[in-house]
């Protein structure tokens, strides 16, 4: 029978359900996340029982509580007898076969889902998930639909993949974290990717593709005329990869965003790339951290940056730059005018390099973030840094964090160059007792909303780059 925290949970949920079946203009969401349940059909079936009643929800979201066929069945019901809801979050539950299957149903008719998220589901049974394939061919409601990291059999992925080559409504798509993709399924993407005109947005990261797939991908976008941002980092993409996407961006003018991470990226196919991108002029966003490139890279990529206005946000984080190359690419950006987010974090740059960078900052006008978390920098970069940021009048995010240790000198730097600037929205420092003892003193010269903050680890001092990971759902 219903346990004691089953009955507690059902007292919570009362109010709650009164609201839906009064149909309470002000209830447009609900949310349920990280929650156990013993039986959630028992704690959430009259929840899916009323979903019909409310006109107002929008956003519906059960993130791991649970869910399996049975359950999933029940919530379709209910789903079916609404027509509000456009927001649909099932991740990181158990749903599989008959789940899966009416979900297909449901999309198949008249539905107000605009976004469906499946991420981290079994989504182990071929034939359930080709029926959810098959409601892709009729649907004109679903926009985005995520199967990050789900168990989906090779025959299911190659049906939804099928499926782009004739949905017309869906404009994002996310298949990061998949088992290795099918080389029937990498061609049916490929194929899609030719005729398609309603995808703007596909993640495929971590997928374990392998230079020649990743190389057929990137080719059948030269005539894509819709897609603008691709994910495809961390698959094993090598030389044929790299000289597909120089290819690319000299003839592709849609493809706005590209995280490409992670890959092995050769000097020759990264000097075909940078020559690729003095003449595009609709690129924006780049990142390419963890791909080994060295000082030679950097003067690649420097000569690129003296050409190219476009680029907006590149991210060049956890490769092994060393003093040189950072010195190579602050001379570039003296004179780069479109560069507004430049992430070097976990870098060899050291006090030489962030001296280069402060040299920079004291005639750019356009960077807004500066990312040199990890970059071995001492005092003397740390002052230099600070010294430049006292004229500096457009830099809004300093980020610093896991560098040596802060000692007395470079916290008075900081200390004195807050007084004066008036453009830093967040400055990010270590997290040593020094700063600790010393961060009220900082945060008191700071003008509301600006502040001060420290990094406690990894994930604080990497900052939003416009190009977030799969793992950001």
């Known amino acids: 029978g219903p346990t004691m925290a089953n009955r507690s949970f059902q007292t919570e949920l009362a109010p709650l359900l009164a609201r839906l079946k009064s149909n309470d203009p002000t209830l447009t969401k609900i949310e349920f996340a990280w929650k156990f349940f013993r039986d959630p059909m028992f704690e959430l079936g009259d929840l899916f029982d009323s979903l019909g009643h409310s006109t107002f929800l929008t956003r519906l979201e059960l993130k791991s509580v649970g869910l399996r066929e049975r359950e999933t069945v029940a919530l379709v019901k209910g789903l079916a007898a609404n027509t509000s809801i456009t927001h649909l979050n099932l991740s990181f539950n158990s749903i599989d076969g008959e789940g899966l299957v009416a979900l297909g149903s449901l999309l198949k008719g008249p539905s107000s889902i605009t976004l469906l998220d499946l991420t981290h589901n079994r989504m182990e049974n071929a034939a359930a998930v080709c ?108 030389a044929m990869a790299a000289h597909a996407l120089a290819k690319l961006l000299r003839v592709n003018r849609t493809l706005e965003t590209l995280s490409f991470g992670s890959n092995k990226i050769p000097h020759d196919g990264l000097a075909a790339i940078t020559d690729a991108l003095k003449s595009n002029s609709t690129f924006l966003r780049f990142e390419l951290g963890g791909c080994t490139l060295d000082a030679p890279s950097a003067v690649l990529l420097a000569d690129c940056l003296k050409v190219n206005s476009t680029l907006i946000i590149l991210d060049l984080g956890r490769n092994v730059f060393d003093a040189e190359s ?60 600070a010294e430049a940021m006292k004229t500096n009048g457009t830099l809004k995010k300093l980020l610093l964090a896991n560098n040596q240790a802060l000692v007395d000198e470079s916290l008075s730097a900081f200390e004195d160059m807050l007084t004066v600037n008036q453009s830093l929205t967040v400055l990010l420092l270590d997290s040593n007792d020094d700063f600790r003892q010393r961060f009220v003193a900082i945060d008191q010269v700071l003008a509301d909303p600006v502040r001060a903050a420290w990094a406690e680890g990894e994930a604080d001092t990497k900052p939003a780059t416009g190009i977030p990971l799969a793992s950001d759902d």
Do not use: P, Y
């Not at 798509?173 to 990717?193: D, M, P």
């Not at 560069?339 to 004291?362: F, H, K, P, Q, R």
């Open 326 to 385: 950072f010195t190579l690419m602050a001379e570039a950006l003296k004179i780069n005018t479109g560069i507004t987010e430049l992430i070097i974090d976990s870098n060899l740059a050291g006090d030489v390099g962030a001296c280069a960078m402060a040299a920079m900052l004291t005639l750019n006008t356009t960077i807004e973030t500066l990312g040199l978390a990890d970059n071995v920098i001492g005092r003397v970069g740390m002052c230099a840094l």
């Open 131 to 238: 029926s959810l394939a098959e409601s892709l061919a009729t649907n004109t409601s679903l926009k985005s639909l995520f199967l990050n990291g789900c168990h989906i059999e090779q025959r299911g992925l190659a049906a939804i993949t099928s499926a782009l080559q004739v949905n017309t409504t869906l404009e994002e798509l996310r298949l990061a974290e998949l088992r290795e993709l099918s080389q029937e399924s990498v061609h049916a993407l490929a194929a899609a990717l030719r005729v398609n005109t309603a995808l703007n947005c596909i993640w495929l990261e971590s997928c374990s593709l392998g230079d020649e797939a990743v190389c057929e991908i990137l080719t059948a976008l030269e005539g894509n005329t819709t897609l603008q941002d691709l994910r495809i980092r961390e698959n094993e993409a090598g």
